[in-house]
């Protein structure tokens, strides 16, 4: 790779490694263990492993290696470790840095799993947890403390499309000595470049955009290569959250159409949110890139575009958003997202069943709410998909 190599080459090239045979596509190198020529390699290897040199695959393998190093060009950051999946990403980010009586400020609009770990698991270490509205600054103001240890957020949020200014949030984050680590799955590592927006640690589950077929779990944490190799490769490779190598080599094929999946998907997503807006069975249309989100203004400073994700509203409540789920054709009813399929979820009876009907509603998850991630079919064709969807309703 060089220096000089935009987005959409580095994301085919960049950190592979060939082997001595001179493969052309990526190796899997399906193998938990490596041998070392003398006792003398054995030993040097366990004090100081080199950039070709690996131990045990829970440690590191080439083939994950790769993956790692690819994302690092992408993102922007000094390294990178891969895990087992998104939530062995999260959890490792933050249970590698926290302990009892440790203080951190989190956003309420988490992924489901994240709001586990920092509602229930940090409490019961002894890590205070306050959260906050992640939209509204002043929020996080009076909550960073000059104690705080680490602010958590995901943005954009699940499944309402939240924006956190996370400029802003940064500075006042890094006024007190404080880390931010974000969870970017919904902004994607094309659409919004949360290193130079002051993000310390980067977390994407893999097993969404970057495979983007459906196929493999996967992970991985972004940040410095000090807090990489110094915090959380001791945490990660010790409790065992490695992510496989084969799920390694499908991360990296995924990688090699990333931005032109979603830069095609953001565009979709952009065209449907058009011809949705002002449907008389829809009570809000949310896609962060319409005029009238209510962060249009910051979405058009932090991010590239709007996404590839949106949220409807049927004013029907939940009997009109069930007829209109099972009347869709193209649309598949799943909680995954970032797919090349286009994949509808209705939050409130299924990933965000599990919390009090208050909060629901404090996050906007209504019983009308359909979250849509945009897939790669043709546009028209989920348009008019969606169109009979909400005539059946
Ligand atoms: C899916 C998701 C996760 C968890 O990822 P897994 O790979 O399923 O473990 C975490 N955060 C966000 C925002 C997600 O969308």
Redesign the pocket.
């Known amino acids: 790779m060089t220096d000089t190599w935009k987005n959409r080459t580095n994301l085919i090239h960049g950190g592979t490694r060939r082997s001595q045979y001179g493969e052309m596509s990526e190796a899997i190198f399906l193998t938990q263990a490596f041998v070392y020529p003398t006792a003398e390699s054995a030993e040097a290897r366990f004090i100081e492993s080199g950039d070709d040199e690996f131990i045990y695959a829970r440690y590191g393998n080439p083939t994950v290696r790769m993956f790692e190093e690819r994302m690092a060009i992408l993102e922007g950051t000094e390294d990178a470790f891969a895990t087992a ?3 062995a990403a ?1 959890n490792g980010a933050l249970f590698s840095q926290l302990k009892a009586g440790d203080h951190i400020v989190s956003a309420r609009a988490l ?1 489901g ?2 709001l586990y770990i920092t509602e229930t698991l940090l409490p019961r270490f002894g890590v205070e947890v306050t959260f906050v509205d992640g939209t509204d600054n002043d929020q996080w103001r009076e909550a960073i403390r000059p104690d705080t240890k680490l602010v958590f957020l ?1 943005t954009m949020s ?1 499944p309402t499309l939240d924006v956190v200014d996370l400029k802003a949030v940064s500075d006042l984050a890094h006024a007190v000595g404080a880390m931010v680590v974000v ?1 970017n ?2 902004a994607t590592p094309i659409f919004q470049r949360s290193i130079d927006l002051g993000a310390d640690v980067i977390i994407y ?1 893999a ?2 955009h970057i495979d983007g077929g459906g196929r493999c ?3 991985i944490v972004l940040g410095t290569k000090e807090f990489i190799r110094g915090v959380f490769e001791p945490y990660l490779k010790h409790t065992g959250g490695a992510l496989s190598p084969f799920n390694a080599w499908v991360m990296l094929k995924g990688m090699e159409t990333l931005e032109l999946r979603c830069r095609a998907q953001a565009r979709s997503a952009d065209a449907i949110a058009r011809a949705l807006q002002g449907h008389p069975k829809l009570s809000r249309v949310i896609y962060p890139g319409l005029e009238d989100h209510p962060q249009a203004e910051l979405v058009q400073r932090q991010m590239d575009c709007g996404g590839t994700m949106l949220a409807l509203e049927l004013s029907g409540g939940k009997e009109a958003a069930f007829l209109f789920l099972n009347a869709l054709k193209v649309c598949l009813i799943t909680n995954n ?1 970032g797919d090349s399929k286009t994949l509808v979820t209705h939050p409130a009876t299924t990933t965000h069943q599990r919390l009090s009907p208050k909060l629901r509603a404090e996050l906007g998850i209504s019983d009308g709410l359909i979250r849509l991630s945009v897939g790669l079919e043709d546009e028209a064709d989920i348009i008019a998909d969606l169109m009979q969807g909400l005539d059946a309703c």
Do not use: H, I, W
């Open positions: 999946s998104g939530m999260v992924f799993s994240c995901e699940n969870d799955v919904f589950s097993t969404k779990l996967g992970g997202l």
